[in-house]
């Protein structure tokens, strides 16, 4: 991999460059963001491109994007990259979706906790000169149910550390999951919310959960009982839940996605009816942001750039179908990506027998438009092969790996 070279940008946590440099990539850092002009003036001769979420990809950039392998988008949202103009183009686009699991977890933890101390008014009023040493209302976490709507990576995280806090643990999922612990599935969104003290909601944003905690459910929850909502603002029916915590239905709330959030941070420019409601905890969309989960994700979107160069590893792509071929000692693997057209595997095949090469291991998966080849051949076939597949009318990318 000497020759290749990586330009990343938007001040990606050095721990990237290190281990891209490690793997003897070249590597340029940027600590700020470029527009699509300046970006592709800046792109020749480089290979891999490292972003977060300020650097917007077009089809137009990849249209022009000439000699990119892969894209890394060091975050968690893919919504600033044309996906399918990448794959049109053979261009694999890697993120890191679960590097900040832990962190969300930890800040449910925390608030849970901090509802049921009633701690936000506290320190509210010890800012203000106001001591109350007061009980009522306060309350231990331990013994209590926690209903965890969503049961995927970080819902299961909440489950195992709330287990630990002495807890019981109930959880809704539409698919079906391995329970963690002695935590315990529930058939029904109701019968999780109707057995709760503390509700917590880690969905996705879909059809089916948006404005899934409204009125109704709500009002099923217990009375005096928590809502927590790190997943995503449309959730929940913002109105209702106001309406339910004023009207003391619930005992307290802890929300940090809403409907509509900043663009940037402001000083002012931030409005909910959840403001200034006694112990409603409101924090701005910080869950997964901590040191911790940013290199994580340094580390996750690198190795994932650098299985693709060396292996051609798509299994974390975000684009590319998912393909993983375990590496067998002595074989020499060839990569293609082609345009998803029938018979592409026949002309490959051929090429590869008037080589004289065998194959030894081949793997071809499909997405709508694309398709992506990995095969390992028993003799090295010096650039002959990859050279052939190029004249493929089909081809879209075709490298000799090792
Ligand atoms: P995941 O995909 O691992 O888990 C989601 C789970 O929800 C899956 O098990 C899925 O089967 C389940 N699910 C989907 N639709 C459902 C429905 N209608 N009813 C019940 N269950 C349903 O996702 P992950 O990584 O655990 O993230 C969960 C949420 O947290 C996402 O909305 C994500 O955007 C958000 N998030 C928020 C952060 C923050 O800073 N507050 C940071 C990271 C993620």
Redesign the pocket.
């Known amino acids: 991999m000497k020759a290749v070279k990586a330009l990343l940008l938007e001040n990606i946590h050095p721990v990237a460059q290190t281990y891209l440099e490690n793997q003897g990539v070249h590597v340029e850092r940027l600590d700020k963001s470029l527009d699509e002009a300046a970006l592709l003036a800046r792109l020749e001769g480089f290979h891999l491109l490292g972003i977060r979420s300020k650097t917007h990809l077009s089809e137009a950039f990849f249209e022009k994007a000439q000699g990119l392998l892969a894209v890394g988008a060091f975050c968690?949202g893919t919504n600033q990259i044309a996906l399918e103009a990448a794959s049109r183009r053979g261009i694999a686009v890697f993120n890191a979706?679960?590097s900040?699991?832990r962190?969300?977890a930890e800040m449910v933890m925390a608030e849970i906790i901090m509802l049921a101390r009633r701690l936000g008014e506290r320190v509210i009023q010890m800012n203000k000169g106001q001591w109350r040493k007061v009980s009522t209302g306060a309350h231990e976490v331990r013994g209590k149910t926690i209903a965890i709507?969503?049961?995927?990576?970080?819902?299961s995280q909440v489950g195992v550390l709330a287990e630990a806090f002495g807890m019981r643990v109930i959880f809704?999922?539409?698919?079906t999951?391995l329970p963690m612990g002695n935590n315990q599935a529930k058939s029904s969104?109701l019968d999780a919310l109707t057995e709760a003290h503390y509700v917590s909601l880690?969905?996705?944003?879909?059809p089916?959960?948006k404005g899934?905690m409204g009125h109704t459910q709500l009002r099923a929850m217990r009375q005096g009982a928590y809502l927590i909502n790190?997943?995503?603002g449309s959730?929940v029916d913002i109105e209702s839940l106001s309406q339910a915590l004023k009207e003391g239905h619930l005992a307290g709330a802890a929300i940090?996605?809403f409907p509509e959030e900043p663009a940037a941070n402001t000083s002012d420019g931030f409005v909910s009816p959840l403001q200034n409601l006694p112990n409603v905890i409101l924090t701005p969309?910080?869950?997964?942001?901590t040191d911790e989960a940013q290199v994580n994700i340094g580390t996750e979107v690198a190795v994932a750039l650098s299985k693709y160069l060396q292996f051609g590893c798509t299994a974390t792509s975000v684009n590319f179908p998912q393909v993983d071929l375990a590496f067998t000692p002595g074989a020499h693997r060839v990569l293609n990506v082609h345009k998803n057209v029938p018979g592409v595997l026949r002309d490959v095949n051929r090429i590869v027998s008037e080589q004289q090469a065998n194959i030894l291991a081949q793997v071809l998966a499909t997405h709508a438009e694309m398709g992506y080849l990995l095969m390992d051949l028993d003799k090295p076939v010096n650039g002959n092969v990859c050279d052939a597949m190029k004249q493929l009318p089909d081809t879209l990318v075709a490298r000799a790996l090792y």
Request: charged share 15%; proline share 5%.
């Open positions: 968690i979706p679960f900040n699991t962190s969300v709507v969503g049961y995927g990576h970080i819902g809704y999922d539409i698919a999951k969104l880690h969905v996705p944003e879909t089916l959960t899934m790190a997943s995503r959730v940090d996605v969309h910080i869950g997964g942001s």
